[in-house]
């Protein structure tokens, strides 16, 4: 059993520290303030946002960017009350989602598409913050290199509290991961909520057909398809002037929900290496947790277990440490307790992902 757990152990850390090669050979991105030239519109589905979406729009209001260079599309997917559209210098449009399918979100970029007349689309959520370059680093980014599909970074802005502070090294990790695999050109992950492609790329790709059943992955699902297409054309933008902040959610049942409606989609990615390293982390985490196990009923002597915690730790800390270096540069809070809780946070989301359902917008989903 001993045997079994190392050797477990052995692949985690062997594919984590491949990421963390990865996260390097992925070079950081700097402007160089090249006169705007990209066209955009960006999309924002959004459901009962009308506390959030004032502040997204205001940010938008706060690019560097020409206001005829881009406009935004508000996709209402069945809110209780209609949002009130304040005047902003530049266009923005507010249209009802068109729902043909199980995922409210797919539907919902589909019909902005219908509206869309620039050459690329970024999407964003009701609960983001975009910073003031976000526009123009993309387009300086589009405009030196040959791209089709460009995925943008995404962080936590937190309070004091464990639960945001959890949240944040989780998504700190899912970051670390997602560059890592485009360092070795295996992305398989992207955020929506940071997330820019060409219109014509999209309708080439045909959109979201062939995973309309399967509520979330507007993100992931179009970017493997990108990938086995075009794997030259997607690429990871690894700018700090392009990240998005969003909201960590406020409770640990609406967190659970969340992360379980993550880890539903991995089963259908068409990435072998997104299933591999699903597997990779799962039972690197669920070993842990047997670990612990063996430890509470003597069946594993306590130096195994802190040998085996320590390595897992380690490897865990350089890749989270170097991420939020590029996302935010503060001190890691919460580390220890977090890296303990984790594995059983993680191992009961996986567990419960494969049969559970989940609540996401007052609505209810499947599997």
Same mark, same amino acid.
């Given at each position: 059993m001993i045997f079994a757990l190392f050797a477990i152990l052995a692949i985690y850390i062997v594919n984590i520290s491949l990421l963390i090669y990865g996260f390097f050979k992925v070079k950081k991105y700097q402007k160089k303030d090249l006169k705007p030239q990209t066209s955009f519109t960006i999309i924002v589905p959004f459901r009962n946002e009308e506390e959030n979406l004032p502040k997204l729009l205001n940010s938008f209001s706060t690019l560097n960017y020409p206001t005829d260079l881009f406009e935004v599309i508000l996709v209402d997917d069945n809110s209780k009350e209609k949002f009130q559209v304040s005047n902003f210098a530049f266009h923005i449009s507010q249209i009802n989602n068109i729902r043909v399918s199980n995922s409210p979100k797919k539907d919902a970029i589909t019909t902005a598409m219908l509206r869309v007349k620039t050459n690329w689309v970024i999407t964003t959520d009701a609960d983001c913050l975009v910073p003031e370059n976000w526009l123009l680093t993309f387009d300086n980014y589009i405009q030196e290199n040959?791209? !089709?599909?460009?995925?943008?970074?995404?962080?936590?802005?937190? &309070?004091?509290?464990?639960?945001?502070?959890?949240?944040?090294?989780?998504?700190?990790?899912?970051?670390?991961?997602?560059?890592? !695999?485009?360092?070795?050109?295996?992305?398989?992950?992207?955020? &929506?909520?940071n997330f820019a492609y060409t219109k014509s790329l999209f309708e080439s790709l045909n959109g979201f057909t062939g995973n309309e059943t399967i509520a979330s992955g507007d993100d992931v699902f179009l970017l493997q398809k990108a990938i086995e297409k075009f794997p030259n054309e997607v690429h990871y933008l690894k700018a700090q002037e392009a990240i998005v902040t969003t909201k960590p959610t406020e409770s640990w049942k609406a967190l659970f929900h969340q992360r379980v409606r993550w880890a539903a989609k991995t089963s259908s990615y068409k990435s072998n290496y997104g299933k591999f390293m699903g597997l990779v982390v799962f039972f690197g985490n669920l070993s842990f947790v047997i670990a612990f196990l063996l430890l509470l009923f003597q069946i594993l002597n306590y130096p195994f277990f802190v040998l085996f915690a320590f390595l897992k730790f380690m490897v865990d800390f350089v890749l989270l440490s170097k991420t939020n270096q590029f996302l935010k540069n503060t001190r890691l809070k919460s580390f220890l307790l977090s890296s303990l809780f984790y594995p059983f946070f993680s191992t009961s989301v996986a567990l419960y992902s494969l049969f559970g359902s989940y609540e996401w917008k007052d609505r209810r989903f499947m599997k």
């Open positions: 040959k791209v !089709s599909m460009l995925a943008g970074a995404v962080t936590y802005e937190c &309070g004091d509290s464990f639960l945001h502070h959890f949240q944040q090294l989780d998504l700190t990790s899912l970051q670390g991961a997602t560059i890592g !695999s485009f360092g070795l050109n295996k992305g398989f992950m992207c955020n &929506g909520a």
